[in-house]
């Protein structure tokens, strides 16, 4: 699922979610933070959601627009789907859409998203956008044709005369909620976590009475006051925590872990936090093998014999997710996975995998991470009547809830933010059913109103309300009927599923290039990549690729991923090959260059082999049983494999781990620094192992692949069919061989063959960014 905010600058394409979010109705917005810059909330009572002043429902968001140049930003589609309604704007100036003397803009266009947010047939989830008050929409929109993330589906309008804004919503049926919350609409409570998404921020709930301890404990000691294990001693605990915790883990470069306790109204706040453990999403891999060899170490030697050892690999996912998720730790093994986290009993090593202890991730919509489900509202009218709602904008405790009391509460931060989380089920404001008795409650009178409606005002308000409904002219069979709809926050479900970046099939065939230019001696040669052939490759690698990306954080950013691909673009043949050509020759040949990105060198499937526990393979000369890749699984067509996961899983180990790299860094790192051409030749040569430009191999597939998938992932507005891309790079010689000191031919070593001579040039060529999706 790929997804961006209605609005996107051309001049700021960069992708960071992680600056703070600006209030509602606040302006100033952090450098970098797409979705605060481009999604400014209008101010509780000038239409944020889900209520206003007055406690009528309001199932989406005004947003106001932001400017760049002095004009107002085009609307644009969050994500990939299927236009199920449009309706051009009225330019007749119809005195309806003049609602107290000021101009309200009808255009409106509907789209449903069909995507994944993970694995399996549960993860596979629809959803729709509205949006309203468009001053004009493209005169291209057509119901029942395809759009894309970032293609124009118009300009803002205006709302009662406020220019530019548009009404922004997003609903789903309570079916496709459930498969988005991997439950029913209600609170966590006992739940096992969701396996099938995980994506975002870790959770860790934790009851009264764990201990924690002063000094890290070994992760084989489940309880670090029990007897003594070998040379492992007890030590008293500290403190028993007083009180039921949650603990959040949040990798973001570094690895912050938040620590949040109850309050007395049962929602839950920040206690605090320990210092930031730096660059640990960096050095996952240098932990998981530092803690595995805790267990070979003099600490126990006695009964090592019998314990089983988790892999590198299991303990990379438990100290990533908090629990595994594609790896599983052998039979008998135990890990427990040791944090030094804040308490209001002091601070000190805790077991989050202790038995009771509870991990879930962002996938599970917590109630700690702030979200609520409103369902509670017994009326079939737009007044809200929720009991949960009321009791939130109760100020006073006075048993009822003013209109004044609705705008102190609707001001305060603490509402605010609940409101922000909360998912609501109420009925649509935009269908033409029941009108009059939906908002006939503004007739009479009421705690919530500063004054009823006489009669001659109630009827301007229902012709208005009447010339912007739409609900029963949308073509979707799937649409949820106006009285069974459930309202998301829209800007936080924006902003929440940025973090599941998981891909599904027609999403990733769209980052395989169309069209590639291949260096061919001294000129460059078109070669072309039917969306076909993409999207079989897509279904084939879909399920491989978004795990590896998962789990080892490449899919946390689209500028990782971006790195990533155009990495792979190469070194696979656009996901077709996952064996290097001329590695026969090799004594470990079977292995030589498996994966999606080779690992090539008897030490990388060394290292990979003990980082995974790969069982030793009789089949190989003892030497190289350590490698562990059975020569057997080999189909008579040596480009496919049966083990895609190993294939994959090993491409984005090499990404993480610096120790099979050769510029000193591990890849994750350098996809960091930036998106220009000098960061995709740095990741380059990170992921071909030759330090310097001339010797990249393939160095022209994979600047072209990354500037090409950078317009598809990226939140980048592209507006042309080609970019310009200038970068040094060999250009052979296809007759000059290069002679050692006695005029022999010198062998290149990997591909046996001799190896000819090339002149560094400044090449200038144009990238195609046609797209050609369907």
């Known amino acids: 699922m790929i997804i961006s905010p209605p609005f996107l600058s051309a001049a700021h394409p960069q992708q960071n979610d992680a600056m703070p979010t600006a209030d509602a109705g606040n302006t100033v917005v952090p450098d970098g933070d797409v979705c605060t810059a481009s999604m400014l909330e209008c101010a509780p009572g000038n239409g944020a959601y889900p209520v206003s002043f007055n406690l009528g429902w309001h199932g989406g968001a005004h947003l106001r627009a932001p400017t760049e140049g002095g004009d107002a930003l085009p609307v644009r589609a969050i994500a990939d789907g299927r236009i199920v309604y ?26 449903r998203h069909d995507t994944e947010i993970g694995e399996g047939e549960n993860a596979k989830i629809t959803y729709y956008s509205v949006y309203l008050h468009l001053q004009q929409v493209m005169p291209t929109l057509a119901a029942g044709n395809r759009i894309y993330r970032k293609d124009v589906v118009g300009t803002p309008g205006q709302i009662f005369g406020q220019y530019p804004q548009i009404h922004f919503e997003i609903i789903c049926s309570e079916a496709n909620l459930k498969k988005m919350i991997g439950r029913a609409p209600a609170p966590l409570g006992d739940t096992p976590a969701r396996r099938d998404a995980v994506y975002g921020d870790m959770w860790f709930f934790v009851p009264r009475g764990a201990k924690l301890f002063a000094s890290e404990p070994h992760p084989f000691r489940d309880d670090d006051s029990a007897p003594p294990v070998a040379t492992l001693q007890p030590q008293s605990p500290l403190v028993a925590a007083s009180c039921d915790l949650v603990i959040r883990m949040h990798y973001e470069k570094d690895c912050t872990l938040t620590t949040y306790r109850q309050n007395a109204d049962l929602s839950w706040s920040v206690y605090g936090a320990m210092p930031a453990e730096r660059d640990a999403e960096y050095n996952l891999y240098k932990r998981a093998t530092a803690l595995n060899g805790r267990y070979t170490d003099s600490s126990l ?23 595994c998720i594609n790896d599983q730790l052998p039979a008998g093994a135990r890990f427990n996975h040791w944090r030094k986290v804040r308490t209001p009993d002091g601070d000190g090593w805790i077991n989050l995998s202790k038995a009771g202890v509870r991990a879930y991730s962002d996938a599970d919509f917590p109630e700690w991470a702030g979200w609520s489900f409103i369902n509670d509202d017994p009326t079939p009218d737009s007044l809200c009547d929720s009991p949960t709602v ?97 309202h998301f926050p829209p800007t936080a479900f924006v902003r929440h599923f940025r973090a599941c970046n998981w891909l599904e099939a027609k999403e990733l065939a769209q980052c395989i290039p169309r069209n590639m230019l291949t260096l061919n001696g001294f000129q460059f040669v078109e070669g072309s990549h039917s969306w076909d052939d993409s999207l079989r490759s897509a279904h084939a690698w879909r399920r491989e690729l978004n795990t590896a990306m998962r789990k080892y954080l490449i899919s946390a950013t689209a500028q990782r991923m971006t790195h990533f691909f155009a990495q792979l673009m190469e070194e696979s043949g656009l996901l077709k090959y996952v064996r290097e050509i001329h590695g026969e020759d090799r004594p470990y040949a079977p292995y030589y260059g498996r994966g999606l990105i080779q690992l090539t060198h008897e030490q990388n499937y060394d290292r990979y082999g003990k980082y995974r526990r790969f069982p030793v393979d009789t089949a190989l000369p003892q030497e190289f049983s350590h490698l562990g890749w059975n020569p057997n699984v080999l189909l008579a067509n040596t480009n496919q494999v049966f083990e895609r996961a190993n294939c994959a899983d090993s491409a984005a180990l090499y990404w993480t781990c610096e120790g099979m790299t050769a510029v000193g860094k591990n890849t994750l790192s350098t996809s960091d620094a930036g998106i220009g051409i000098a960061d995709a030749t740095l990741a380059s040569k990170s992921t071909n192992g030759n330090v310097s430009n001339e010797k990249i191999n393939g160095l022209d597939h994979r600047l072209q692949s990354f500037v090409f998938i950078k317009s598809i992932l990226m939140d980048m507005i592209v507006n042309a069919d080609f970019e310009a891309l200038s970068f040094v790079w060999r250009r052979n010689s296809s007759q000059e061989p290069v002679l050692d000191a006695s005029g022999q031919p010198v062998i290149d070593p990997h591909t046996h063959r001799p190896k000819k001579k090339f002149y560094p040039t400044t090449h200038n060529i144009q990238v195609s960014l046609i797209k050609q999706r369907p």
């Open 86 to 111: 449009v309706r051009k704007t009225d330019t007749t100036h119809k005195p309806t859409l003049q609602y107290r003397n000021v101009r309200t803009d009808d255009g409106c266009v509907v789209i």
């Open 301 to 323: 030697a006695s009964p090592a014999a019998g314990i089983p050892v988790p892999s590198p690999s299991a303990i990379f996912e438990m100290i990533r997710f908090g629990r």
């Open 390 to 486: 009321k009791r939130w904008l109760d100020v006073n405790h006075a048993g009822h809830v003013s209109h004044a009391d609705a705008v102190t509460a609707l001001g305060t931060d603490a509402i605010r933010q609940r409101m922000a989380r909360a998912i609501c089920k109420f009925p649509s404001e935009w269908s033409r059913d029941g009108l009059e008795s939906r908002y006939n409650w503004l007739k009479s009178p009421h705690e919530a109103l500063t004054n009823p409606l006489a009669d001659e005002a109630f009827t301007k308000l229902i012709d208005h309300a009447r010339d912007l409904a739409f609900w029963e002219d949308v073509s979707d069979p799937d649409f949820p009927h106006a009285n069974e709809v459930w």
